[in-house]
Nanobody, 121 residues
Framework: QVQLVESGGGLVQPGGSLRLSCAAS????????MGWYRQAPGKQRELVAD???????RYVEFVKGRFTISRDNAKNTVYLQMNSLKPEDTAVYYC???????????????WGQGTQVVVSS
C-alpha cells in the first residue's frame, strides 16, 4: 500500500507565501512523477506543476514565476513553494504521484487527501 500525505496549507493574505509538502510512504519501489493539482469550488481539478524523476518540470501558465516545485527523492517528498499568492489561488491542493510498488512493476496513480489553501484579506 502507498500513501501520500500533504501538509502546509492554511490561510494567507494576498501577496503572502505558503509551502506545501507531500510525502509518499509505504511499499514503494520507484516514483516516476510527483506533482500538485488544485480544485477550486465549482471547478474541475487542474494541474499546477509536476516533476519527473529525470528532473523535467512543468508549470501551468498562471503560476509561472510565483510557484516553485521541488523534490527530494531520498525522502520521496515533493514541495510546492507558493509566493505572491492571489485570491484566485484559493483551492484544495492535491498531491499526485505515479508509483510502482515492490514486487509489482505496474505504474499506478495515487492522490493525497488534499490540503486547503485560502488566500484572503
Amino acid at each position: 500500500q502507498v500513501q501520500l500525505v500533504e501538509s502546509g496549507g492554511g490561510l494567507v493574505q494576498p501577496g503572502g507565501s505558503l509551502r506545501l509538502s507531500c510525502a509518499a510512504s509505504g511499499n514503494i519501489y520507484s516514483i516516476y512523477a510527483m506533482g500538485w493539482y488544485r480544485q477550486a469550488p465549482g471547478k474541475q481539478r487542474e494541474l499546477v506543476a509536476d516533476t519527473t524523476s529525470g528532473g523535467t518540470i512543468r508549470y501551468v501558465e498562471f503560476v509561472k514565476g510565483r510557484f516553485t516545485i521541488s523534490r527530494d527523492n531520498a525522502k520521496n517528498t515533493v514541495y510546492l513553494q507558493m509566493n505572491s499568492l492571489k485570491p484566485e489561488d484559493t483551492a484544495v491542493y492535491y498531491c499526485n504521484a505515479e508509483i510502482s510498488e515492490r514486487h509489482d512493476p505496474t505504474w499506478r496513480n495515487y492522490w493525497g487527501q488534499g490540503t486547503q489553501v485560502v488566500v484572503s484579506s
